[in-house]
């Protein structure tokens, strides 16, 4: 059974940054799944926590399906473009 699509209306606060991340960390367990992104210092052993996610399972599942898609609809476009340069 489909579920129904709500528009949902996000607002970004005006001192709303940006977080760069280089390392990501993924931990399962039955009932959430943990994203920590972290930034790393070339050159260093030492990051810093800079975003944690937690989502439900199905959540999770279905930002995968989210972003597998829309990387592959990316790269595909543009490697069609610079195979036709």
Known sequence: MDEEKKKVV???P??????FSNVAQ????DDSVVMQFAF????TTQGQLVAEVVL?????????RALD???????????GEAQGS
């Open 69 to 79: 898609s829309t990387i592959k609809k990316h790269f595909t476009r543009h490697l």
């Open 26 to 29: 993924v931990n399962v367990s």
């Open 14 to 19: 005006e001192d709303a940054r940006p977080n």
């Open 40 to 43: 790393v210092r070339p050159n």
């Open 10 to 12: 996000i607002r970004i």
């Open 56 to 64: 439900s399972p199905k959540h999770a599942i279905e930002f995968n």
